[in-house]
């Protein structure tokens, strides 16, 4: 069983990318609900653009604040 | 679809590949899949504000558009969380 390093190795990264892609997937689901307001056009406004960017780093922010707070307890 | 039906036993190496190369075909899939639900209803809430008996053309088209940002809409949060540290 030489391989099971190999696929513990491969697991560990699938489950990273997993992760990684539901955390992308669930703050543009977020975000999408609070930035873009009127009916999608051919383009965002550099409002919607900025919202989004600004609304994913905040959540971010708000995560870190979240984990302080229990420690805190 | 029956990825599973062709076990190699062309040694273990060979097997783990190919298992490998199964599963990251299933996530892909996946994920594909759950974009698609989610896409869907973002744009069936903003699109077809009242169903009628077939999408109306301004209906298709805001959909077509909606799909559009909502692909661009998730490189930029990707962007956000990933790159450029704040």
């Known amino acids: ?73 | 679809m029956d990825s599973f039906s062709s076990p190699s036993s062309a040694g273990s190496t060979a097997s783990t590949e190919h298992l490998m190369e199964q599963i990251k075909a299933q996530l892909a899939q996946a994920y594909a899949q759950e974009f698609l639900e989610t896409v869907g209803n973002k744009c069936f809430a903003k699109c077809v504000t009242k169903a009628g008996t077939s999408l109306s053309g301004s209906e298709s088209s805001c959909i077509s558009r909606c799909v559009d940002r909502y692909i661009e809409a998730t490189g930029i949060v990707s962007r956000a969380l990933f790159s450029s540290q704040r």
Request: proline letters at 1%; hydrophobic letters at 35%; charged letters at 25%.
């Open chain 1, 1 to 73: 069983m030489e391989n099971s390093a190999e696929m513990q190795r491969f697991i560990e990264q699938e489950q990273q990318k997993a992760m990684v892609s539901e955390m992308v997937g669930k703050l543009t689901s977020v975000c999408w609900d609070k930035c873009i307001t009127s009916t999608p056009g051919s383009k965002f406004s550099s409002g919607e653009t900025t919202c989004l960017t600004n609304c994913a780093q905040r959540f971010l922010d708000m995560s870190v604040i979240i984990a302080k707070r229990f420690e805190m307890q």
